[in-house]
């Protein structure tokens, strides 16, 4: 147990975010027993969530529940999953060890309720995913959500206990003794995974909704992770004293001032719901990442496996999408900097420094120009260079001065560039323009 001294001084110490901010994308792995069935994870049983997208089919809570019994996931490779994903661009991952539902992905020695004790299959998954997408040079995140619909102390869910569909506010509440007990227990599991699976670079908590915060107590849940991994950095889901900020399915309104990233899913689901076909193209994908890119944050996309252990071919066809483009244009969304301001370019843009001096800029066309794309505000005698990032092409260009600038006779003018894009072939997904600026 942590003192009361020593969880003010580390619950106000800072964990160094530098590697996470302009990371660009990362994977969201959504996946348990509820995927054989094509449910949604944990929200089948309660048929969704009141006014929220997308409305759910309820499936009995002890139905729900006694399926674990059945996940074999006999297609499983972790290695296929990292190779993917590493070549779509995905620098990071985050696992569903256990989600709402509270069947445990990971070998828990706290309950009998996991994917090594209850089901078939009987192998640490999260030990597989984690091995497997650490040798592929990934960022590792650990996803745990709080609650435990299924633990006889939290207390469980029964169709009696819970409203269809849920409405926030509304779970069963514990007596003051099974809190108590339930809250070491959830502590317990979330020592065992900040101790048994190497560093961690990200804990993801999620569940937060449900308990009041006095009942959580994210101070201590704060400390007890920086105990176990200083260096790990923590969601916002740990109310209070998270170390990025999470926005969800859709992108802030404006950049937060803390690193950040938005999730999203593919479609509209977490886990793999096959009737689920509102699948996002890959180009809006591809658009949403670079727009996260250039307000500085990252893209967590999702994916929800098959319960046999593959990512479904829609998710499969995206990923391979993003790919494809990324061949040719990886540098204008890995490792950079937010670009201009939108008065300057009408569209997502970003920055890095040239290795010998002055700067490239990237402008992502994410809407079709008509017959030239203006920049603003640049200095424009120290433009050397407009070019097609694919394949290197030259664009016409023009500069013009500001006026007073020119009357003033200053040799570092600032004023419009001006590219034409009449003959330029578009790229399906996104045309990328570099400008290159002398220093
Ligand atoms: C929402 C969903 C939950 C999912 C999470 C990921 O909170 O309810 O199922 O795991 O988003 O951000």
Same mark, same amino acid.
């Given at each position: 147990?942590?003192?009361?001294?020593?969880?003010?001084?580390?619950?106000?110490?800072?964990?160094?975010?530098? /590697?996470?901010?302009?990371?660009?994308?990362?994977?969201?792995?959504?996946?348990?027993?509820?995927?054989?069935?094509?449910?949604?994870?944990? /929200? !089948?049983?309660?048929?969704?969530?009141?006014? !929220?997208?997308?409305?759910?089919?309820?499936?009995?809570?002890?139905?729900?529940?006694?399926?674990?019994?059945?996940?074999?996931?006999?297609?499983?490779?972790? &290695?296929?999953?990292?190779?993917?994903? /590493?070549?779509?661009?995905?620098?990071?991952?985050?696992?569903?060890?256990?989600?709402?539902?509270?069947?445990?992905?990971?070998?828990?020695?706290?309950?009998?309720?996991?994917?090594?004790?209850?089901?078939?299959?009987?192998?640490?998954?999260?030990?597989?995913?984690?091995?497997?997408?650490?040798?592929?040079?990934?960022?590792?995140?650990?996803?745990?959500?709080?609650?435990?619909?299924?633990?006889?102390?939290?207390?469980?869910?029964?169709?009696? &206990?819970?409203?269809?569909?849920?409405?926030?506010?509304?779970?069963?509440?514990?007596?003051?003794?099974?809190?108590?007990?339930?809250?070491?227990?959830?502590?317990?599991?979330?020592?065992?995974?900040?101790?048994?699976?190497?560093?961690?670079?990200?804990?993801?908590?999620?569940?937060?909704?449900?308990?009041?915060?006095?009942?959580?107590?994210?101070?201590?849940?704060?400390?007890?992770?920086?105990?176990?991994?200083?260096?790990?950095?923590?969601?916002?889901?740990?109310?209070?004293?998270?170390?990025?900020?999470?926005?969800? !399915? !859709?992108?802030?309104?404006?950049?937060?001032?803390?690193?950040?990233?938005?999730?999203?899913?593919?479609?509209?689901? /977490?886990?793999?719901?096959?009737?689920?076909? &509102?699948?996002?193209?890959?180009?809006?994908?591809?658009?949403?990442?670079?727009?996260?890119?250039?307000?500085?944050?990252?893209?967590?996309?999702?994916?929800?496996?098959?319960?046999?252990?593959?990512?479904?071919?829609?998710?499969?066809?995206?990923?391979?999408?993003?790919?494809?483009?990324?061949?040719?244009?990886?540098?204008?969304?890995?490792?950079?900097?937010?670009?201009?301001?939108?008065?300057?370019?009408?569209?997502?843009?970003?920055?890095?420094?040239?290795?010998?001096?002055? &700067?490239?800029?990237?402008?992502?066309?994410?809407?079709?120009?008509?017959?030239?794309?203006?920049?603003?505000?640049?200095?424009?005698?120290?433009?050397?260079?407009?070019?097609?990032?694919?394949?290197?092409?030259?664009?016409?260009?023009?500069?013009?001065?500001?006026?007073?600038?020119?009357?003033?006779?200053?040799?570092?003018?600032?004023?419009?560039?001006?590219?034409?894009?009449?003959?330029?072939?578009?790229?399906?997904?996104?045309?990328?323009?570099?400008?290159?600026?002398?220093?």
């Amino acid at each position: 147990m942590t003192t009361q001294a020593e969880s003010d001084r580390t619950a106000t110490a800072t964990t160094d975010a530098s /590697w996470f901010r302009g990371l660009g994308l990362g994977v969201f792995i959504h996946w348990g027993h509820a995927s054989t069935r094509g449910w949604e994870l944990s /929200w !089948q049983m309660t048929g969704g969530v009141l006014r !929220q997208e997308p409305a759910l089919e309820p499936v009995g809570c002890n139905e729900y529940f006694e399926n674990a019994a059945t996940f074999d996931p006999q297609h499983f490779d972790p &290695t296929a999953w990292a190779e993917l994903a /590493w070549r779509a661009g995905a620098r990071y991952l985050v696992f569903t060890t256990k989600h709402h539902d509270g069947f445990a992905m990971f070998d828990t020695g706290l309950s009998d309720y996991s994917v090594t004790k209850h089901a078939p299959f009987g192998r640490d998954v999260t030990r597989e995913v984690v091995d497997a997408f650490r040798a592929r040079g990934f960022r590792i995140g650990l996803y745990l959500s709080i609650v435990d619909w299924h633990h006889p102390d939290y207390p469980r869910y029964t169709d009696e &206990t819970i409203t269809k569909p849920y409405v926030v506010g509304s779970y069963p509440r514990a007596t003051p003794a099974k809190w108590d007990r339930y809250r070491a227990f959830m502590l317990g599991q979330l020592g065992e995974l900040l101790t048994a699976y190497g560093d961690i670079d990200i804990v993801w908590l999620d569940g937060e909704f449900e308990h009041t915060e006095e009942e959580w107590r994210f101070d201590e849940i704060r400390a007890f992770i920086r105990e176990r991994q200083p260096r790990a950095l923590v969601n916002d889901r740990c109310l209070g004293h998270g170390d990025f900020v999470t926005p969800e !399915q !859709q992108l802030p309104m404006v950049p937060p001032q803390q690193p950040w990233e938005t999730c999203l899913t593919m479609n509209s689901s /977490w886990g793999h719901r096959p009737q689920d076909d &509102t699948w996002k193209s890959p180009a809006l994908l591809l658009h949403t990442l670079i727009e996260a890119v250039s307000m500085g944050g990252n893209l967590l996309l999702n994916v929800g496996p098959t319960g046999n252990g593959e990512f479904p071919p829609q998710a499969v066809e995206r990923l391979e999408a993003l790919a494809g483009w990324l061949e040719h244009n990886a540098e204008s969304v890995q490792g950079v900097e937010p670009g201009l301001t939108l008065w300057q370019f009408h569209g997502p843009s970003t920055r890095r420094t040239r290795p010998g001096g002055g &700067t490239r800029l990237y402008l992502h066309l994410v809407t079709r120009p008509y017959e030239r794309v203006t920049v603003r505000g640049l200095s424009v005698a120290r433009v050397e260079r407009v070019s097609l990032l694919a394949d290197g092409t030259d664009l016409p260009w023009s500069v013009q001065p500001r006026l007073k600038d020119i009357h003033a006779g200053s040799d570092d003018p600032t004023g419009e560039l001006h590219i034409d894009t009449r003959g330029t072939v578009l790229d399906p997904m996104c045309t990328v323009i570099a400008v290159d600026l002398a220093e």
